[in-house]
């Protein structure tokens, strides 16, 4: 049995991140074409990156962006802050589950087709801390 459970959940709880953040589960591209948006809008102001993705024709980038919007709203409603004040801190692509699909080849054969996902992290934070 754990011990001393109500200091642990404290200590936890102070050393937690406080910066506004959000993620996109299960989405069906996969993480290095997601990783080049990402690249583009890592450590840019939030109303830059807004501007570079909506420019950037890439398949990734209006996924990016609703994560985006979603981690400054979440900084706004949460947490107080200004969207004129927040920069991308952080912005990562990790691999999701595989689907697995079959393509029919000759003489009875198969050839296997992996359909990637990805989870989509973005931490915004703001300049005047």
Do not use: C, W
Not at 70 to 79: I, L, R, W
């Amino acid at each position: 049995m754990a011990k001393r459970l109500k200091e642990k959940a404290a200590k936890r709880q102070e050393t937690a991140d406080q910066r506004p953040y959000a993620v996109a589960k299960y989405i069906r591209i996969s993480p290095s074409k997601v990783g080049v948006v990402l690249d583009l809008i890592r450590g840019q102001g939030y109303s830059d990156a807004v501007a570079i993705l909506v420019n950037v024709p890439k398949s990734g980038s209006s996924v990016v962006k609703k994560v985006l919007d979603s981690a400054a709203a979440n900084a706004e409603h949460n947490k107080g802050l200004s969207k004129a004040d927040l920069y991308v801190a952080e912005a990562f692509a990790g691999p999701g589950p595989t689907l697995k699909r079959i393509m029919p080849r000759a003489k009875g054969s198969a050839d296997r087709i992996l359909k990637r996902t990805s989870h989509i992290t973005v931490i915004l934070d703001s300049k005047t801390e």
